[in-house]
T-cell receptor, first 112, second 114 residues
Framework: GQQLNQSPQSMFIQEGEDVSMNCTSS?????WLWYKQDPGEGPVLLIA?????ELTSNGRLTAQFGITRKDSFLNISASIPSDVGIYFC????????????FGQGTTLQVKP | EAGVVQSPRYKIIEKKQPVAFWCNPI?????LYWYRQNLGQGPELLIR????????DSQLPKDRFSAERLKGVDSTLKIQPAELGDSAVYLC????????????FGPGTRLTVT
């Protein structure tokens, strides 16, 4: 089946640093999404992207929908301790199906 | 507004025993999903409901898993009998409209099969 590959698998950074993570696929996606999951909780949607080349921000978070529609990246600027968690990319191959395919996650740890 | 409610939060059972998980979606959300999340992995869809109808159950292992959403509101996911490999977090999500990417997740039920 379709797979999304996220990298890096984990990151350990200093508070205040910027973070970048990405997600790639062999399939074309029509929608890219980024979620964050805190321990013991379900994923929470951070950013949704709808078209190739789109760049969208949500506070200190910025995400882009790759031009080939096979990749996306997420940047976090000026990281803070509450950014700790697991970040998942997810894609929708056919729009409006509600069927999401998730990556395996990037675990972020922030040192105060 | 209350979020997606799931119970129990944790369950430990011996293999070959049955287990059931319950989910109450956000009020007014007609679309309901069950996902399984293995340790260190992203969620994987098991089944999707539109009201009472299971519209996508292609990933549900039907030999031991079953689900129902009789009145189009809350839902139950059952495993019978459970196997060691079923240990995972079972997440329920709901969506305000059919096919929407906006999926709101519950906290999940962590199942441990011993």
């Amino acid at each position: 089946g379709q797979q999304l590959n996220q990298s890096p698998q984990s990151m350990f950074i200093q508070e205040g640093e910027d973070v970048s993570m990405n997600c790639t696929s062999s399939s074309i996606f029509n929608t890219w999404l980024w979620y964050k999951q805190d321990p013991g909780e379900g994923p929470v949607l951070l950013i949704a992207l709808y078209k190739a080349g789109e760049l969208t921000s949500n506070g200190r978070l910025t995400a882009q929908f790759g031009i080939t529609r096979k990749d996306s990246f997420l940047n976090i600027s000026a990281s803070i301790p509450s950014d700790v968690g697991i970040y998942f990319c997810a894609g929708q191959i056919r729009r409006n199906t509600g069927k999401l395919i998730f990556g395996q996650g990037t675990t972020l740890q922030v040192k105060p | 507004e209350a979020g997606v409610v799931q119970s129990p939060r944790y369950k430990i059972i011996e293999k070959k025993q049955p287990v059931a998980f319950w989910c109450n979606p956000i009020s007014g959300h007609n679309t309901l999903y069950w996902y399984r999340q293995n340790l260190g992995q992203g969620p994987e869809l098991l089944i999707r409901y539109e009201n009472e109808e299971a519209v996508d159950d292609s990933q549900l292992p039907k030999d031991r898993f079953s689900a129902e959403r009789l009145k189009g509101v809350d839902s139950t996911l059952k495993i019978q009998p459970a196997e060691l490999g079923d240990s995972a977090v079972y997440l329920c999500a709901s969506s305000p409209s059919r096919g929407s990417y906006e999926q709101y997740f519950g906290p999940g039920t962590r199942l441990t099969v011993t």
